[in-house]
């Protein structure tokens, strides 16, 4: 059964009053086709504030270890939240990924790969830049500023999409791509400060 619809109202209902979420840019988000939706990571309520925010359906990558939790593993999965285990080669996910991407969907994934402790912008890790140059989809950049307080303004900001055509053309390394997306992510974070 799929939950997305009434988890994003309910999310939504709770959210935009209480953090007074302002989502800036929604007008850059493409309407079709496939979509790497690339944010920092500052909180763990940052999949579903981008979850609400978005005008598509996105699935996110949700490390393997929310899956053991019990009332997680049987709502994540009802949320279009898919299973990554972190700091290593996990083909099943990769798979995932690759197969929603290409099939025009949106995928959502922390380049950091962790919530950052200080609210800085971390170091991205190469998969970003993997999904990007394999995924047939065009990158999404997505910064999320706050204090996550109550009444306190949260900003979901959604940059321009980056065409990876020329990034494949020229055979750049995931990780060059993954640079590229941080910097961007950097951007919409310095500017909407």
């Known amino acids: 059964m ?22 800036i840019g929604k007008e850059n988000f493409p309407q079709e086709g ?3 939706l690339c944010t920092n990571h500052i909180n763990n309520f940052d999949p579903p504030v981008v979850g609400m ?82 995924g047939d989809a065009v990158v999404m950049p997505c910064a999320i500023i706050g204090p996550y307080k109550p009444f306190k303004m949260l900003k979901v900001i959604f940059g321009k999409p980056i065409d990876m055509t020329s990034y494949r053309e020229t055979k750049a390394s995931a990780e060059e791509v993954t640079e590229v997306i941080m910097s961007e992510i950097r951007t919409l974070l310095e500017q909407n400060k």
């Open 53 to 134: 925010s978005s005008p598509r359906t996105v699935h996110f990558m949700a490390k393997e270890e929310l899956f053991n939790v019990p009332i997680l593993k049987s709502i994540l999965p009802s949320v279009n939240a898919f299973p990554v285990k972190r700091g290593m080669s996990d083909r099943e996910a990769f798979r995932t990924t690759l197969k929603l991407l290409r099939g025009g969907h949106v995928v959502g994934m922390f380049p950091e790969g962790t919530r950052s402790k200080t609210g800085e912008l971390g170091k991205g890790l190469a998969g970003a830049g993997f999904f990007a140059l394999k």
């Open 2 to 23: 799929n939950l997305y619809p009434f988890g994003k109202f309910l999310v939504s209902t709770i959210f935009y009053p209480l953090y007074r979420v302002k989502v």
């Open 34 to 36: 496939g979509v790497l």
